[in-house]
T-cell receptor
């Protein structure tokens, strides 16, 4: 059964730092992997989607990588800002339409 | 022009009541889902429907019954509400292809008192 783990559970950094959030999954036969952001009391905002055939995706200051063979993904945030403070969720889909399986998230706090 | 919309946004009700949460997507996606986010913020799949057909039914009490009248709608009906049902419920949808990913609604915060 697929399990998704995110490390660290919480992270506090000063503004301007580059940081890495980690995600690991137990079954490497995934269809795709998606990173989300969730602000307190809000819904999920999709950040990046990596298909199983891809190695990385970039959007602005965000870069997500995928290593299927080792069951790992990282989300790199460059030059962090206070507005980046949120919970970041990693989720994998084993097969098309079989539902995303989520990790428990990393709560990021960026101080000014 | 909201992609996945849920109503209501907040729902406060007494134990034993029956309530429904509605979800609609205008993205033309084939599959819709219901997720539950518990007090520890963990998101867990409850149900999924593909073109009105039930695909996934995780270990959820049979007090919870999803209903999909058409491909664009997936409603969640809950009978005999219990205190432990208090959570945030998210609706989501996904297309047939892998390149687009899932889109989530803004959630319904259910509080059972």
């Amino acid at each position: 059964k697929q399990e998704v783990t995110q490390i660290p559970a919480a992270l506090s950094v000063p503004e301007g730092e580059n940081l890495v959030l980690n995600c690991s999954f137990t079954d490497s036969a995934i269809y795709n992997l998606q990173w989300f952001r969730q602000d307190p009391g809000k819904g999920l905002t999709s950040l990046l989607l990596i298909q199983s055939s891809q190695r990385e995706q970039t959007s602005g200051r965000l870069n997500a990588s995928l290593d299927k063979s080792s069951g790992r993904s990282t989300l790199y945030i460059a030059a962090s800002q206070p507005g980046d403070s949120a919970t970041y969720l990693c989720a994998v889909e084993n097969q098309a339409g079989t539902a995303l399986i989520f990790g428990k998230g990393t709560t990021l706090s960026v101080s000014s | 022009d909201t992609a996945v919309s849920q109503t209501p946004k907040y729902l406060v009700t007494q134990m034993g009541n029956d309530k429904s949460i509605k979800c609609e997507q205008n993205l033309g996606h084939d599959t819709m889902y219901w997720y539950k986010q518990d007090s520890k913020k963990f998101l867990k799949i409850m149900f999924s429907y593909n073109n009105k057909e039930l695909i996934i039914n995780e270990t959820v009490p049979n007090r919870f019954s999803p209903k999909s009248p058409d491909k664009a709608h997936l409603n969640l009906h809950i009978n005999s509400l219990e205190l432990g049902d208090s959570a945030v419920y998210f609706c989501a949808s996904s297309p047939r292809g892998a390149e687009y990913g899932y889109t989530f609604g803004s959630g319904t915060r259910l509080t059972v008192v």
